[in-house]
């Protein structure tokens, strides 16, 4: 085979995990090939970045783009500016992004614009909420795709909904379940929860930070929930960044346990032994339905209607109130749960398959 030019876009704590195991297949597979990794620098502190790039073992990034923060405009706009580039200079033959970040929709156009096609993994999600900034990207990823890797039927047939061609559609399964089982040993043998004084199945985690719920006046309401929660059963809040600019003032909620984003290894041995999840993130809901802990996710909706179906996934709605609920979940014991289809750890493998064969 011709020595062959791929190129990996990632940028941001999520796509770390989506991507990972796709670049390790390929490269396994496509040992003659370039590999080229892009870090948007999208997300740059230390434990929304390095760590995940270490304990996911992903390569060195080839490029660093070093965009940062900003607005929408702005954080888009560099990343444009800066991926084109290197795109040019990089000759690629196939190229790939990841779920629905605004360094995935830069990518997206730089690509397309180029010429240069492009598989966009975690493709099909829609939330019909198009005040999500993640919902235009991910229609803008999934609109100029030429592979569009889906993780379950619903988002296969949001694509078809769309009119998506069938032959740009593929249904893999969940790259992040390949990741979450690939490294299951390791987290499983690090029991945080324990060295943190917790006492496995008895204790709530928390992780929210989506602008509609940590932008407004909403994030008091649910601070003071928590805090009502936490005098029934322990709450570890590993804090966002963009949340822990929005909290005024910790010392109001006394009983909440507030640290800093943990690692990979350590987020997903607390959530495994979680007695549930209260959550806003995407590939939480993913994982927690995966791993059989109750989830509770505090949107209006969700675009994995999967985990609510076939997982352990409840959505409340944004109403604060509801946070009482999950008290009773803490002690119920992991919930009677199916793992949805493909969700078996080779997603990334299907993946390969259909790359290898198209670059023959
Ligand atoms: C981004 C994604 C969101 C994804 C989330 C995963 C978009 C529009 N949003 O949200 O879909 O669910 O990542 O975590 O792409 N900050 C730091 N350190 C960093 C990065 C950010 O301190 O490494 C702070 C900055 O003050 C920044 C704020 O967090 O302004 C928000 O960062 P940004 O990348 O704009 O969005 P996220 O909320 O992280
Ligand atoms: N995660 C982590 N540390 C944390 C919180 C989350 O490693 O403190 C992991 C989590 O296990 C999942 C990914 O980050 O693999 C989800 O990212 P995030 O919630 O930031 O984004 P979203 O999925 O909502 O886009």
Known sequence: MAQHRL?????????FVKMAPVVAELRRRLPDAVHVL????????DELSEIFIDQLELPEPTHRLETGSGSHGEQTARVIERLEPVVEAERLDLAFV???VNSTLA????????GVPYGH???????????????????????FADHLFAHSEDAVENLRREGIEPERIHLVGNTMIDTLCRLEPRFRELG?????????????LVTLHRPALVDGPVLHEVLDQLQALAQCVPVLFPVHPRTRQRIADESRYPDVRFVAPVGYLEFLSLEADAGAVLTD????????TF?????????????????TRLGTNVVLGVDPSRIADVADAVGAGPRAHDVPPLWDGHASERIADIVVERLR
């Open 7 to 15: 190129l990996y876009v990632v940028g941001a704590r999520p796509n």
């Open 38 to 45: 892009v870090h948007t620098g999208q997300h740059y502190s």
């Open 98 to 100: 990841a779920g629905d």
């Open 107 to 114: 990518a997206a156009l730089v690509l397309v614009k180029l």
């Open 121 to 143: 993994v975690e493709s099909g999600l829609r939330s019909f909420d198009r005040s999500m900034p993640e919902e235009i990207n991910r229609i803008v990823a999934d609109e």
């Open 192 to 204: 945080l929860a324990e060295r943190l004084g917790l006492e496995p199945g008895r204790f709530v």
């Open 281 to 288: 993130s995407g590939g939480v809901q993913e994982e927690t």
């Open 291 to 307: 791993l059989g802990v109750p989830c509770f996710t505090l949107r209006p909706g969700t675009e994995r209607p999967v985990t």
